[in-house]
């Protein structure tokens, strides 16, 4: 982000892109936006004070490879047609009831007498 023109959430999706398992947890995405709305201005003015000769094109440029393979791999899951026709009128299966164990009651079963003794 900071010598990219790339805002955090485009910053997450070229990561995406890069390494599809990616999946930072919300603490980090609030981070990396707070750091977006406060602090990022700031770096990019002091790495241009820095480093006044370095243009960074080819990281952009590298960013917007990955920014693209990110969205060339997310895919909008629409059923395919022919699954559609096939499936058409039927009504999804019934999912299979489990089955309570009951503890035998002492009714039930074969009943053992005991002689007591006299």
Same mark, same amino acid.
């Given at each position: ?73 997310? #895919?909008?899951?629409? !059923? &395919? +047609? *022919?699954?559609?026709?096939? @499936?058409?009128?039927?009504? =999804? /299966? ?5 089955? #309570?164990?009951?503890? !035998? &009651? +002492? *009714?039930?079963?074969?009943? @053992?007498?005991?002689?007591? =003794? /006299?």
């Amino acid at each position: 982000m900071s010598v990219t023109s790339l805002n955090w959430r485009e910053a997450l999706k070229a990561v995406r892109g890069a390494r599809s398992i990616a999946n930072p947890n919300f603490g980090f995405q609030k981070q990396l936006h707070e750091y977006e709305c406060k602090k990022l201005h700031e770096e990019r003015k002091r790495l241009r004070q820095k480093f006044p000769r370095e243009s960074f094109c080819e990281d952009e440029q590298e960013c917007r490879k990955l920014l693209a393979a990110y969205h060339n791999s997310v #895919r909008p899951l629409e !059923p &395919s +047609p *022919s699954i559609c026709r096939r @499936t058409q009128g039927l009504t =999804p /299966p019934s999912s299979p009831r489990r089955r #309570r164990h009951r503890s !035998p &009651s +002492p *009714s039930a079963g074969p009943s @053992t007498s005991y002689a007591r =003794p /006299p």
